[in-house]
């Protein structure tokens, strides 16, 4: 069975800050990893790594993967507090695509 | 370009009750997922949909249905409610699969009581 494992589970800083959060996985047959940024309701989608897509970048966010440990870091610099959420990693199962196993998330805190 | 759309966004129901939720997923999406986030148990997949044809079902009793429809919205049902079944139920719609899989966008999910 697939498994996501994030950490830490919560997380306090101030604005300014960077920070690093951790996903790491166990699956078969590895597709992809995914991670999501959940503010209130909807998960919104942040980046998508590959075995061709290792890194990804989007203003102070970045994340790589390690197709060889099995795990993913996401990088936030410069925290304001509109980063303040849940982190959410995710990984396809072997049967679909788009059937998503969810690690627990990171509760981001960002204090003024 | 409209996103995914749930409905309704608050729910009360009692014990016993049956409910069923709304998705329109985003316009040329085909596929639409169904998952469950409590807090004890984090997000889990439901089901999902591709083609009005359930593609894959997650770990969850045969009280939880769905289906979808020929312009690709697509509907979930529990029936007999029980109070473990009070969740926020997001449903996600993605475009046709890559082999390295493909990004899936939520919806702002229906906030479930069951009292």
């Known amino acids: 069975e697939d498994k996501v494992v994030q950490s830490p589970l919560s997380l306090v800083v101030h604005e300014g800050d960077t920070v690093t959060l951790n996903c790491s996985y166990e699956?078969?047959?590895?597709?992809?990893l995914l991670w999501y940024k959940q503010e209130k309701k909807a998960p919104t989608f942040l980046f998508m790594l590959?075995?061709?897509?290792i890194e990804k970048k989007s203003g102070r966010l970045s994340s790589i993967l390690d197709k060889k440990e099995l795990f993913s870091i996401l990088n936030i610099t410069a925290t304001q507090t509109g980063d303040s959420a849940v982190y959410l990693c995710?990984?396809?199962?072997?049967?679909?695509?788009?059937?998503?196993?969810f690690g627990s998330g990171t509760q981001l805190t960002v204090l003024p | 370009k409209a996103g995914v759309t749930q409905t309704p966004r608050y729910l009360i129901k009692t014990r016993g009750q049956q409910v069923t939720l709304s998705c329109s997923p985003i316009?040329?999406?085909?596929?639409v997922s169904w998952y469950q986030q409590t807090p004890g148990q984090g997000l889990q997949f439901l089901f999902e949909?591709?083609?009005?044809?359930?593609?894959n079902k997650g770990n969850f009793p045969g009280r939880f249905s769905g289906r979808q429809f020929s312009n690709s919205r697509s509907e979930m049902n529990v029936s007999t409610l029980e109070l473990g079944d009070s969740a926020l139920y997001l449903c996600?719609?993605?475009?046709?699969?890559?082999?390295?899989?493909?990004?899936?966008?939520f919806g702002q999910g229906t906030r479930l009581t069951v009292v």
């Open positions: 996600a719609s993605s475009t046709r699969t890559v082999a390295e899989g493909t990004e899936a966008f």
């Open positions: 699956v078969t047959n590895f597709r992809s």
């Open positions: 590959t075995s061709s897509g």
């Open positions: 995710a990984v396809p199962a072997p049967g679909s695509a788009r059937q998503l196993t």
């Open positions: 316009s040329g999406h085909r596929s």
């Open positions: 949909y591709f083609s009005e044809t359930q593609r």
